[in-house]
């Protein structure tokens, strides 16, 4: 057999082509380093730290200082920082090409063994060194610890069943390796919720039983409110919910708030790893601070000027508002495009408990029938004035895996061949106000619900509920919490749901395709499938309509995969059983996304891909490189 190794470094070096680099920082930094608190910026850097060209990126070097003011709808919005901090060990590029990033470099053979080089002098933000220690104790001490993790190691580290061998090979070296190729590992660790593989364990070890006395521990379990050692570990060592300032962490800006509060604070990061071409660390801006609002303002908080940059919470359906504060403050509204498969799509549950829906929505001709019947170019008129594409729920045509006939299987507006494939499925019988009956007798009136947490939602189902209604399905909406809408979809209490299409519309073939599959728990298509995979079939249902079942073999033979080829084929036939089966119905794609900056905040790009996977919201663009520029 001939070994495949390749080699994926930083993209930059200490030095610069005929350049040396001299280091500056902050002057906040500078005041703290000039009363002791800290070293200087020299011995706070890794001995090669990542140097982002900026200028290479098309954009201005820029200068230190500054606060950023975003608007979040509550507490639990602030996961939103290490999204959009985007400190990986291995990261996207904005091409959605892997890089080392907190790595140095990293070696792969065969997609089986991994070996992770750590930047010499690289420390987390309380100054503590980033070492192999760091990923031992989080393999050994909390993904193998079986109270901790009772289950093992997260099924994403697992292989035919089987977890990586796992070994130090030295201070800033270590090596995952698995008998058999997995070709997720690096993108998952890419991702906007990245792997946990590595934690700060000078820190986390003064909350773990094996290395405290159980007299200390039940101090802390006291002081922290909780019931046991094991939660408390939890509480206090979770990093992509950012609530615990005293956690260590490698991202640009550290939490340095307890919840609850109405205002979260970001800080600088004294000992981050990124340095622009002329030596400046990064990030360039100070603070980055998220003020808590209702949902329901935040548009028209945003459109008069109380956020310096702001996404959550818009849509396209806000341009106008926000158009219109750009006349009266200085701002600027920029319009990015959604990489979705579809913006919003009716979900049906295909596990739901009632029973005569479910044997219903099983029926392939039912969800054909549907998505027959949704008028997408009047959708994309009414609520994107023409400016999306109609399309079923695939990938759009920037990922070299789309295919025309994905995007437009079923998804022409014929209301009378949808009432054709409804009469061949046996719904044939209609009561005296025209309404379809379903086998057990009852009228065929669909519950769709929602979270509650777009009007783009609601106005969108007024337009399907008049279609619908066309074909003898009466439509009535329901708005939920969002926790609310998820325990119920797990449930099986919920016949039909909306929300978007697949995460990543923009994938290539070296990205799993999980999201074509039942692979986790919150997919609303099929949670009791999604949470027997995701639980290595311990818990849920297994799949037991072949279409769904054939998905699931797929996905396990792209995790095995060994060739681009053999992962391009995989794609393909799992697009094509979605397409086919109509898992999910699929409206409008590629929409327009607002996005509002101060006009001083520069360097955010004029146009770019928006989305939560791959390019976790604004964190391939690098918001550490954005700089504030005289107001």
Avoid at 6 to 22: E, H, M
Avoid at 39 to 60: C, F, K, Y
Avoid at 248 to 260: A, S
Avoid at 389 to 414: Q, R
Wanted: glycine share 6%; net charge negative.
């Amino acid at each position: 057999m001939i070994t495949r190794r390749k080699t994926l470094a930083l993209l930059g070096a200490a030095v610069l082509p005929g350049k040396a680099l001299s280091f500056t920082q902050s002057q906040v930094l500078t005041d703290r380093v000039s009363v002791g608190t800290i070293p200087d910026v020299a011995s706070r850097l890794p001995q090669n730290p990542r140097v982002v060209n900026v200028a290479a990126m098309g954009r201005e070097p820029g200068r230190h200082g500054g606060t950023i003011r975003s608007l979040i709808g509550g507490q639990r919005d602030v996961r939103l920082m290490p999204i959009n901090g985007y400190s990986r060990l291995v990261g996207y590029s904005p091409d959605f090409t892997l890089q080392a990033d907190i790595l140095d470099h990293f070696e792969v053979v065969e997609d089986r063994s991994f070996t992770f080089h750590i930047r010499k002098g690289h420390r987390w933000s309380d100054g503590t060194p980033l070492t192999a220690e760091d990923f031992r104790y989080c393999w050994e001490d909390v993904n193998k610890d079986p109270e901790i993790s009772p289950s093992g190691v997260q099924p994403e580290l697992r292989v035919a069943g089987k977890e990586a061998q796992f070994e130090v090979l030295d201070e800033f070296t270590v090596r995952y390796t698995w008998d058999k190729p997995i070709p997720d590992f690096l993108p998952n660790l890419a991702g906007p919720v990245p792997l946990r593989i590595v934690l700060p364990s000078a820190y986390l070890k003064g909350f773990h039983a094996k290395y405290q006395s159980p007299e200390t521990m039940a101090k802390l379990i006291a002081d922290w409110k909780v019931d046991d050692w094991v939660a408390l570990h939890q509480k206090v060592s979770r990093q992509n919910r950012p609530e615990n300032p005293g956690l260590p962490t490698l991202e640009p800006w550290m939490p340095t708030t307890m919840p609850p509060a109405e205002q979260f604070v970001f800080d600088r990061n004294p000992y981050f790893h990124r340095v622009d071409e002329n030596g400046a660390q990064l990030p360039y801006i100070d603070r980055w601070v998220l003020n808590v609002s209702s949902t329901e303002i935040i548009t028209a908080k945003t459109a008069t000027g109380e956020s310096d940059l702001q996404y959550l919470a818009l849509d396209f359906n806000d341009f106008t508002l926000l158009k219109q504060g750009e006349a009266v403050h200085p701002v600027h509204v920029s319009l990015w495009t959604r990489i979705q498969g579809s913006r919003v799509a009716l979900i049906p549950n295909l596990n739901c408990n009632d029973p005569g829906w479910r044997a219903v929505l099983r029926d392939v001709r039912v969800r054909r029938a549907m998505s027959l019947a949704v008028n997408r170019q009047e959708i994309n008129e009414a609520l994107f004035y023409g400016l999306g594409t109609p399309s079923a729920n695939t990938v759009l045509p920037g990922s070299p895996l789309y295919k025309p006939e994905y995007a437009e299987a079923y998804a022409g507006f014929d209301l009378d061949q949808a009432a054709r494939l409804l009469d061949e499925a046996g719904l044939n019988m209609r009561n005296s106000a025209g309404l379809r009956l379903l086998p057990d007798g009852k009228p065929a009136n669909l519950i769709i619900e929602t979270a509650g947490e777009s009007t783009l939602e609601t106005d969108l189902l007024e337009l399907i509920r008049d279609q619908f209604r066309a074909i003898g399905i009466a439509v009535f909406v329901r708005a939920l919490q969002r926790d609310l809408f998820r325990s119920r979809a797990l449930g099986g209490d919920l016949v039909m749901s909306v929300w978007q299409g697949l995460d990543n519309g923009v994938p290539t073939a070296e990205m799993p395709p999980s999201q074509l599959a039942p692979t986790l728990d919150d997919q609303l298509q099929w949670p009791l499938w999604g949470l027997h995979f995701l639980s290595s079939g311990t818990k849920g249902e297994a799949p037991d309509m072949p279409e769904v079942q054939e998905l699931v073999d797929l996905m396990t033979k792209w995790r095995e995969s060994r060739t681009t080829e053999e992962r391009q084929s995989i794609w393909a036939r799992m697009l094509q059983i979605n397409a086919e089966q109509v898992f999910t119905i699929g409206t409008v794609n590629a929409t327009p996304q607002p996005l509002l900056r101060a006009n001083w905040l520069r360097n955010m790009p004029e146009n770019a891909l928006y989305g939560y996977d791959p390019s976790s919201y604004l964190g391939v663009y690098m918001p550490d490189t954005f700089w504030k520029a005289d107001a």
